[in-house]
Nanobody
Framework: QGQLVESGGGLVQAGDSLRLSCADSGRTFSRYAMGWFRQAPGKEREFVAAVSWYGGNTNYVDSVKGRFTISRDNAKNTVYLQMNSLKPEDTAVYYC?????????????WGQGTQVTVSS
């Protein structure tokens, strides 16, 4: 089945940057598109970004375009989410997902999440 483990979350101030990482173990990483979702308190989980199997294509939700960058390193079985110019509205639990489909991205396997808190 494999396991997805997120790291890199934390408490930062508005305008700061964070890089989230998600390490995948136990599956053939390059066979999956990878993505990030987030869920803020009292809100539904929303799609943030996805990257195709070898990193050639990416998709983002409009609210993070120009600020967040998703990338992957298939040699390290890891996907990243570089988050710049963070805003308080980016505060959420961020989840990594592996999926068979890239566009639209659907998570078939999920990590446990990492908390990102952005103070104003």
């Amino acid at each position: 089945q494999g396991q997805l483990v997120e790291s890199g979350g934390g408490l930062v101030q508005a305008g700061d940057s964070l890089r989230l990482s998600c390490a995948d173990s136990g599956r053939t990483f390059s066979r999956y598109a990878m993505g990030w979702f987030r869920q803020a308190p009292g809100k539904e989980r929303e799609f943030v970004a996805a990257v195709s199997w070898y990193g050639g294509n990416t998709n983002y939700v409009d609210s993070v375009k120009g600020r967040f960058t998703i990338s992957r390193d298939n040699a390290k079985n890891t996907v990243y989410l570089q988050m710049n110019s963070l805003k308080p509205e980016d505060t959420a639990v961020y989840y990594c997902a592996a999926g068979f489909r890239f566009d639209p991205f659907r998570g078939d396997y999920w990590g446990q999440g990492t908390q990102v808190t952005v103070s104003s």
